[in-house]
Every structure is written in C-alpha cells, then in structure tokens.
C-alpha cells in the first residue's frame, strides 16, 4: 500500500526553467491539494482539486499551473521558475468531505538557482 | 493570510513533562484539526475536534475548543524523546469550502531525556 508519494524529493533548477512535481496516491481520494512550506508562514495552499478535471486556487497560486487528467495524480508545474519559489512541496489527498483527515506525501525539496 | 497562530513558536521540555500548545484562529470554522511533522517529513493527523465539541482525547493527546474565543489547546501528556517535532493546527471553513485546511505556522516541540 503506497499511500501517497512525491517525486522527485529533491531537485535543484535555474531561474525560468519548467519544473513539474509528480504526486501520486494509491486510496481514489476525491480531494488533492498542493502546499508549499517555508519559514515562518507554515503551509500555504497554492491549489486544490476536488475530482477529475476539477481544480481550484488556493492561497498562492501565481506562477503554478496544475492538471488532474486522472483521479490518482495531481502534477505541479512551475512554467518559468523563479528563486521566490524554493521551497517544500507537500502533495496531500483527503476523503469527499469536510470532516476527514488530509493525508501528506512526503515532500519535495525544490531549489531554484 | 494566516487563519491559524501557534503559541509558544518554541517549546523545551523533558521527558515525562507535559506539553502545551495553543492555536488562535480568526473566522468560524467547521472543524480544527492537529497534525504533526517530524523533521524533514509529511504532515501528520493527530486527531480532529469538530466546531460543537468542546474537548476530546486520543491516547495522550487531550484538545480542547473554545469558539467564543476561537481557541484551541493541544496538550501532549507524559512526554517522550519521540514527540519531538512541530505541531500545526488546521482549521476547515464554516462555508463551501469546507475541505480545504489553513495551517498556521507551528509549534517546535523539543523533548529531551
């Protein structure tokens, strides 16, 4: 049972590559959510997906494109990297509704040089 | 902005002590939840308090709700070694968008021997 995971965990890019972060869960939660961790502002949502095809932002959303072709997989991608985006991506996936947990890959360390 | 603040930032105890943290919120919420991070990994859930429940347990975790002061409290009993990590609250909205969680930025629980 994998569960949830992220790949890469780590990466290291230049300033206006595409970067895409995979995330995978193995349960068919309805809900997928992307977080970015930094210090002093915890976790901010930058977007969210309640089924296939449906996607939403969160908090910080500007510059981050998301898609959800397939129930397991909600990908990430920066389209031009920049270094205001390193941080630690954190992939999570919930059950439909609002009283469940939310279950968290284990992150991606991204770098932007 | 943040929904969700940690008191105290940073926490030293020995083993055996007990832990406790606080969490301020600032609009309605349906439900707060708990989650822990150990160093360099995921996101945890600890345990959920819905917004009609004033206390409840899990283990040696005790949290407590009070939505007249939209406050919570996580208190860690007979602490060990392995509780050391950061503890965020996590408080899901009172609207349609009641799955989507803002976190606040964290306690850092320190448990030494």
């Known amino acids: 049972d994998a569960g949830i995971t992220q790949s890469p965990r780590y990466k290291i890019t230049e300033t206006g590559r595409q970067v895409t972060l995979m995330c995978h869960q193995t349960?068919?939660?309805?809900?997928m959510f992307w977080y970015r961790q930094d210090l002093g502002h915890g976790l901010r949502l930058i977007y969210y997906?309640?089924?296939?095809?449906?996607?939403d932002k969160g908090e910080v959303p500007d510059g981050y494109v998301v898609s959800r072709s397939k129930t397991e997989n909600f990908p990430l991608t920066l389209e031009s990297a920049t270094r205001s985006q390193t941080s630690v991506y954190f992939c999570?996936?919930?059950?439909?509704?609002?009283?469940?947990?939310?279950?968290f890959g284990p992150g991606t360390r991204l770098t932007v040089l | 902005s943040q929904q969700g603040e940690e008191d105290p930032q940073a926490l030293s105890i020995q083993e055996g002590e007990n832990a406790t943290m606080n969490c301020s919120y600032k609009?309605?919420?349906?439900?707060l939840q708990w989650y822990r991070q150990n160093s360099g990994r995921g996101l945890v859930h600890l345990i959920l308090?819905?917004?009609?429940?004033r206390e409840k347990h899990s283990g040696r975790l005790r949290v407590t709700l009070d939505t007249s002061k939209k406050s919570s409290s996580l208190l860690i009993t007979a602490s060990r070694a392995a509780d050391t990590a950061s503890y965020f609250c996590?408080?899901?909205?009172?609207?349609?968008?009641?799955?989507?969680?803002?976190f606040g930025t964290g306690t850092r629980l320190q448990v030494t021997l």
């Open positions: 999570a996936s919930q059950l439909a509704g609002a009283s469940n947990e939310q279950f």
């Open positions: 349960w068919s939660h309805s809900y």
């Open positions: 997906s309640a089924a296939a095809d449906i996607t």
């Open positions: 609009t309605s919420i349906n439900n």
């Open positions: 308090i819905r917004s009609n429940e």
């Open positions: 996590a408080t899901a909205g009172n609207t349609g968008t009641a799955s989507k969680l803002t």
